[in-house]
Every structure is written in C-alpha cells, then in structure tokens.
C-alpha cells in the first residue's frame, strides 16, 4: 500500500491556492485599471465685486488629465445673453494644479446682492467641457 497526501489536504491546499491567486489577480487589475481610466473634472469657485465690473474665480483640476482653460462666460443681472468675460491663453492645469483667474465686464459691472452665472469652458482629452457655477456679488 502506498502513503500519500490525504484527499482532505489536498482539496483543502487547492482552494487556498486559488482564492490566494484570485486576491492576486484582482489587486493587480484594479490597481491598473484605476491608474488607466481617464476622469476630468474640476471645483471652482469664486467672487464678484458689487458695484464693480472685476472679480475672480479659482479653478482646480480634479481629474487625471491636463485641462486647458478656453472661455469664461457670465449670465443674470444686466447680462441676459451670455457674455464672454475672460478668455485666458495658455493656461494649462496637470492634475491637482489650480489657476485664479480675473474677471472684467463692460457696463456698470456686478449688482451687489446680484446673482450671476459663470459658465467655464475648457479642454480636456480632446474634448470640449463646462463647468457652471452661481455666484452672488458682494
């Protein structure tokens, strides 16, 4: 008669084994997906002076890929249609970068107590986003 390893240990090594190279595969292939999945976004916020035509809005990339910056637009008050209120060249946010940017209108500027709608416009992987955001002038 011949001695070996018991059916029990055998069937037992066999499931650690697999389960082991399971948790393996896994933390490998989320690991890159997560480091291969291109996400864009951005936090902004910002103030507009009342009783001026200037403020400023803080813009910051929380995605994974660069953004460049393209048009700033405001809406409300006496800005019924869109009006283009800044256009910054050539600035390019990496990942986690932050850019203030300044703002000027023509006319009487902001209304104090005014709220007003900026629609920004950038770049991100070869595609066109907007991010808006509602301020009250103060």
């Not at 490998?28 to 001026?52: A, I, P, Q």
């Not at 990339?61 to 809406?75: F, M, P, Q, S």
Request: glycine share 12%; proline share 1%.
């Amino acid at each position: 008669m011949r001695r070996g390893i018991s059916t029990l240990l055998t069937t037992t090594f066999l499931i650690i084994m697999t389960v082991a190279a399971g948790g393996v595969y896994y933390a490998v292939m989320s690991g890159w997906f997560s480091s291969t999945m291109k996400t864009v976004g951005v936090t902004t916020y910002g103030e507009l002076l009342g009783g001026k035509n200037i403020g400023y809005v803080t813009i910051k990339n929380t995605g994974n890929v660069e953004i460049t910056l393209a048009n700033i637009y405001v809406t409300g008050g006496t800005y019924a249609n869109e009006q283009a209120i800044c256009a910054p060249s050539n600035v390019t946010l990496i990942t986690g970068g932050t850019a203030s940017v300044s703002l000027s209108v023509a006319g009487n500027g902001f209304a104090t107590g005014t709220t007003y709608s900026l629609l920004i416009k950038y770049a991100a992987d070869n595609k066109e986003h907007s991010d808006a955001i509602k301020i009250t002038a103060s």
